[in-house]
């Protein structure tokens, strides 16, 4: 009984994952505005997408400098 109700679960997560995953990450930034706060969590997400981004950014071989100064520029300086 319960080994076919997990089977089914299993089953229908595999057939909607968008849907599942997108109601996992909507849980846990709930769980997190609810625990640490909204601007606490607010900055977990920015520095999630800065890392995601430049994490992406290093399969293309694009150096790491480069990207810093794209983000913060120096002035004047080369």
């Not at 995953?21 to 999630?48: E, M």
């Amino acid at each position: 009984m319960i080994k076919q109700i997990l089977r089914e679960l299993l089953e229908s997560i595999n057939n909607n994952r968008g849907k599942f995953f997108g109601a996992l990450v909507g849980f846990l930034v709930a769980v997190l505005i609810l625990i640490i706060g909204f601007l606490k969590t607010l900055f977990i997400f920015l520095c999630t997408c800065i890392g995601y981004i430049l994490g992406s950014k290093s399969y293309k071989k694009i150096d790491f400098r480069e990207i810093l100064e794209k983000i913060l520029p120096l002035g004047g300086r080369s």
